[in-house]
T-cell receptor, first 114, second 111 residues
Framework: DVKVTQSSRYLVKRTGEKVFLECVQD?????MFWYRQDPGLGLRLIYF???????EKGDIPEGYSVSREKKERFSLILESASTNQTSMYLC?????????????FGDGTRLSIL | KQEVTQIPAALSVPEGENLVLNCSFT??????LQWFRQDPGKGLTSLLL?????REQTSGRLNASLDKSSGRSTLYIAASQPGDSATYLC??????????FGKGTRLSVIA
């Protein structure tokens, strides 16, 4: 079974801190994604990566950056955390290209910025 | 840009009832469509992936259908159980682009 592991289930940080959310997948997937999920707004794509060292902006990249130094790991960085970044963060991975393999998600990180 | 709509937004049914969840999408040039389940406070679990060449895909009490030309997919749940209570999301895939998600249907099955 595919395993997508997010480093923390719950995280509490202070305004202005630099926050790192880590995601690791064990299936050698090329594509990895970071979403945030808020009530009434659904899933929104922050950043994604098609391969190592590659990154693409999603729909709401402002205030975030990412790092993909190794294929299995995709990190989301909040450069200077703000209260409006309090949210559920979800990481996902899948094979690249045109194929019929499903996308898999981690269990999520509930981040609170105080 | 692909837009995905799921109707109804919420649904409450008695245990044992058969039910249908609807998903519509605006761009029919898709490669496949995936249905997910999300329990409160958790990540998304993949339920079914239906390829564009298929009309139906089944897993246990779940059956997903896809009509690409009309931009519609349905998820049929037979003999619903309280454990089916969750939010169900659909996401069409156009090939090496990020999945686009609907906002989901929140299902409550009452014992």
């Amino acid at each position: 079974d595919v395993k997508v592991t997010q480093s923390s289930r719950y995280l509490v940080k202070r305004t202005g801190e630099k926050v790192f959310l880590e995601c690791v997948q064990d299936m050698d997937h090329e594509n990895m994604f970071w979403y945030r999920q808020d009530p009434g707004l659904g899933l929104r794509l922050i950043y994604f990566s098609y391969d190592v060292k590659m990154k693409e902006k999603g729909d709401i990249p402002e205030g975030y950056s990412v790092s993909r130094e190794k294929k299995e790991r995709f990190s989301l960085i909040l450069e200077s955390a703000s209260t409006n970044q309090t949210s559920m963060y979800l990481c996902a991975s899948r094979w690249g290209g045109r194929n019929n393999q499903p996308q898999h998600f981690g269990d999520g990180t509930r981040l609170s910025i105080l | 840009k692909q837009e995905v709509t799921q109707i109804p937004a919420a649904l409450s049914v008695p245990e044992g009832e058969n039910l249908v969840l609807n998903c519509s999408f605006t761009d029919s040039a898709i490669y496949n469509l995936q249905w997910f389940r999300q329990d409160p406070g958790k990540g998304l679990t993949s339920l079914l992936l239906i390829q564009s060449s298929q009309r139906e895909q089944t897993s246990g009490r779940l059956n997903a259908s896809l009509d690409k030309s009309s931009g519609r997919s349905t998820l049929y749940i037979a003999a619903s159980q309280p454990g089916d209570s969750a939010t169900y999301l659909c996401a069409p895939y156009s090939g090496n682009t990020p999945l686009v998600f609907g906002k989901g249907t929140r299902l409550s099955v009452i014992a």
